[in-house]
């Protein structure tokens, strides 16, 4: 089936850990997305990518990093830089970044303990 | 900078209510809407995408509209049922999307 496969599920950070979060589409599009969810607020953009090989931040990107080495795959990195990252991670694609129907993983949990 | 916001917040309904979820955003200079549905833990689902030049969009029982002038959208739920119940949030698209908080919707049996 295609879509999107976000892993792992659930993952537990200690203080001072980098953490990476794996995104996985076969949808075959060009953009893709990683956004922030807290409890009763809307989703927030981290990082996005047009195309292979380029990524542009979004509106939370300190203290997060990413790569875009192959179309189908975008890594989100959680780095000890990040002071609050216990939320919900989700991945994104769309076909292009023009505004065309996106769609999402299941989404990831990041607690720090 | 865009502002997206959704009201109500909450909304409990009995089955079979005909019911209006509400979308607000504040930059009118937008290419299109998009619905979505969230269960809980889950990702979001895509509902229904209105262009900037359509005025309403159906799929089923849900239809949605667009205001552009007036900075508003609406999803119109007919006939609700309990599998209806999830978080309903809507993303303006300017130059990326911005999301609203959702309206988080209870349908009763």
């Known amino acids: 089936d295609g879509g999107i496969t976000q892993s792992p599920k659930y993952l537990f950070r200690k203080e001072g850990q980098n953490v990476t979060l794996s995104c996985e589409q076969n949808?075959?599009?060009?953009?893709m997305y990683w956004y922030r969810q807290d409890p009763g607020q809307g989703l927030r953009l981290i990082y996005y990518s047009q195309i292979v090989n380029d990524f542009q931040k979004g509106d939370i990107a300190e203290g997060y990093s990413v790569s875009r080495e192959k179309k189908e795959s975008f890594p989100l990195t959680v780095t000890s830089a990040q002071k609050n990252p216990t939320a919900f991670y989700l991945c994104?694609?769309?076909?292009?970044?023009?505004?065309?129907?996106?769609?999402f993983g299941e989404g990831s949990w990041l607690t720090v303990v | 900078k865009q502002e997206v916001t959704q009201i109500p917040a909450a909304l409990s309904v009995p089955e079979g209510e005909n019911l209006v979820l509400n979308c607000s955003f504040t930059?009118?200079?937008?290419?299109?809407l998009q619905w979505f549905r969230q269960d809980p833990g889950k990702g979001l689902t895509s509902l229904l995408l209105?262009?900037?030049?359509?005025r309403e969009q159906t799929s089923g029982r849900l239809n949605a509209s667009l205001d552009k002038s007036s900075g508003r959208s609406t999803l119109y739920i007919a006939a609700s049922q309990p599998g209806d119940s999830a978080t309903y949030l809507c993303?303006?698209?300017?130059?990326?999307?911005?999301f609203g908080p959702g309206t988080r919707l209870s349908v009763l049996p």
């Open positions: 994104a694609s769309s076909i292009s970044s023009s505004g065309n129907t996106i769609y």
């Open positions: 993303a303006a698209y300017g130059q990326n999307f911005v």
């Open positions: 930059d009118s200079a937008i290419y299109n």
């Open positions: 209105i262009q900037s030049s359509q």
């Open positions: 949808l075959n599009h060009d953009a």
